[in-house]
């Protein structure tokens, strides 16, 4: 394993795409099988719901910042669904994999491991909206006030939404990589995770930040995975806020993509090393 | 199969255990930095969403600052009790039901129930409820308030009704993973909504507000000792909140008996 690790696509795009279809089933297939432990996990997200009517009561007293209460609504509906959207799972499945060594199953077939644990997080991707998305509806329906202003911005959200789910498998990845010479990668995904509750606007929009702390934090990448989508969703975004968003995704995403790729790279010499 | 074993057995059986995962924490002292030191800096910044409402607003639900720093306090205090108490031994015990091996632990004589939860402490944790402690004493000292010898009984009743309480809906998540595998995500469950114990429970209104106070008592564990504390618990809540965590305890005892027998052990 040690000179060339990376099976190759045996044909052409025609197999490939096979194949991916094929993964794909695949993982519908296995999120269909975990029902309630999906549904379990999707309970867990619920925190911006709780947030919202958290952030929804403090509001009647005045509006917060730039936020009124019904701004609240729009913003953690969004959030929950948005996190749903870009959640991904790769680092627990990846990093055990690692250190039990089924890596090398995966690793036998001609098809990249990446892309099966790309495919089995997308293929879940349905399964989930299936069930989060009613419970979003039926808290815009209780709420009764909202304002998310049709526009031009909303063509520009499916975009923005792809390319955080980009930068959560990619930074998953990357730590999910670090258990070829770690035993305990997961918990430092943990320590990623606590930051990313506070520092993304999963709990409290970033923007309501004391402004040079915030300043800091909206060019922080917890904010490109979650905050930006989810402003861009609700309307909040003037051009030039979309632009700087759109430009720090995609950095973000450079960055952590590469680092992924050559974690990923070194850390195959190293396993091939452990007598795989 | 508790026949005939009175407290004292099991004050020693608890103690056994406790000694046992303070010898084992000691010996990973790199735990007094990945669990203590760490456990209070998450609390710390756990404390930013409630800390920008302060800024926004000055006084949150008519709580001012420093009576903040006091509910802040007793939340700490509470996530550090769970952390090494709770949330371990269910952690334990679940992989004991997944895996079958709970059937060693039923075979002991002595009550399963408690035997699970006394199965696994996290003694580096009470590092963070020391400095629970620590905020409201700190707290109550810049408000100039040394509460009462009552107020301190009835603010220590809340506590422990609060812990009672945590330890019943622990039990009722030990019920759900007879039925189901897979269910470690549920105390990270417990643990995201526990960190709404964060804010007065004068935040919630409505269907939350029943649930916070009566289904899962977050206001239990933490608003209601704050208040004492302070001074503005009504006596009636105290009744109230008390009979709330036993009447949980009770039926999660109740429901704890009848997983039991729908566990099928590794071997039947």
Redesign the interface.
């Known amino acids: 394993m040690s000179q060339e690790p990376l099976p190759r696509h045996r044909g052409g795009p025609r197999h490939l795409a096979r194949v991916v279809a094929a993964m794909w089933r695949l993982g519908i297939a296995e999120a269909m099988a975990?029902r309630?432990?999906m549904l379990?996990?999707i309970?867990?997200t619920t925190?911006p719901l709780?947030?919202l009517?958290?952030w929804h009561?403090?509001a009647e007293?005045?509006p917060?910042?730039d936020y009124g209460s019904a701004d609240f609504v729009a913003y953690f509906v969004a959030a929950f669904l948005i996190r749903q959207l870009t959640a991904s799972w790769v680092v627990w499945d990846l990093a055990a994999q690692i250190g039990s060594g089924d890596l090398s199953t995966l690793l036998m077939r001609p098809v990249h491991p990446l892309l099966h644990h790309l495919m089995s997080n997308l293929a879940a991707l349905p399964v989930r909206m299936l069930l989060a998305a009613p419970l979003g509806v039926v808290v815009l329906i209780f709420a009764g006030e909202v304002r998310v202003d049709p526009g031009l911005h909303l063509l520009l959200a499916p975009l923005a939404v792809l390319l955080a789910w980009l930068l959560n498998l990619c930074v998953q990845i990357c730590v999910a990589c670090l258990a070829f010479w770690l035993t305990s990668s997961t918990?430092l995904f943990e320590l990623w995770l606590?930051?990313y509750?506070?520092l993304s606007g999963y709990?409290?929009p970033t923007s309501?930040?004391?402004a040079g702390l915030a300043a800091v934090v909206r060019y922080l990448p917890f904010h490109a995975a979650l905050g930006f989508p989810v402003e861009l969703t609700i309307g909040r975004l003037s051009g030039p806020e979309l632009a700087v968003g759109f430009a720090l995704q995609l950095l973000w995403l450079a960055v952590f993509g590469a680092l992924a790729l050559w974690l990923w790279r070194r850390g195959l010499r190293a396993y091939g090393a452990v007598g795989a | 199969m508790s026949a005939g074993r009175g407290a004292g057995y099991y004050l020693r059986l608890v103690g056994g255990q406790l000694r046992m995962s303070v010898l084992a924490a000691l010996q990973y002292r790199l735990g007094f930095w990945?669990e203590g030191i760490l456990g209070i800096l998450?609390s710390a910044?756990?404390m930013?969403?409630l800390l920008?409402?302060v800024?926004?607003?000055g006084a949150?639900?008519g709580w001012s600052g420093w009576e903040l720093v006091v509910l802040t306090g007793c939340f700490t205090l509470i996530s550090g009790l769970f952390g090494a108490l709770i949330q371990p031994a269910l952690n334990e015990s679940m992989n004991h039901i997944r895996r079958g091996t709970l059937d060693y632990v039923l075979l002991r004589p002595a009550d399963a129930l408690v035997l699970c939860l006394v199965t696994a402490f996290a003694p580096w944790r009470l590092i963070e409820a020391l400095g629970g402690l620590g905020l409201i004493v700190a707290g109550l000292g810049q408000l100039g308030r040394a509460p009462s010898g009552l107020e301190l009984l009835s603010a220590l009743g809340m506590g422990l009704a609060g812990v009672l309480a945590l330890y019943a809906v622990g039990v009722l998540i030990l019920c759900a993973s007879f039925r189901?595998v897979?269910?470690q995500?549920?105390t990270?469950?417990m643990e995201?909504?526990l960190?709404?114990a964060r804010?007065p429970a004068q935040?919630?209104?409505g269907f939350?507000r029943m649930v916070f106070t009566f289904v899962i008592p977050l206001a239990v564990m933490t608003t209601y000792p704050a208040e004492a504390l302070l001074g503005r618990l009504a006596g009636g809540t105290v009744v109230t909140a008390m009979a709330t965590s036993v009447g949980l305890m009770v039926v999660a005892r109740l429901l704890w008996t009848r997983s039991l027998r729908g566990y099928t052990s590794a071997s039947s």
Do not use: C, K
Request: no cysteine.
């Open positions: 975990y309630a432990a379990i996990w309970l867990t925190f709780v947030s009517a958290l009561s403090l007293a005045g917060i910042g918990y606590g930051l509750m506070v709990a409290v309501l930040f004391p | 990945t998450w910044l756990g930013a969403p920008i409402a800024e926004h607003q949150v639900v189901a897979q269910l995500n549920l990270f469950l995201a909504l960190d709404f804010w935040v919630f209104r939350l």
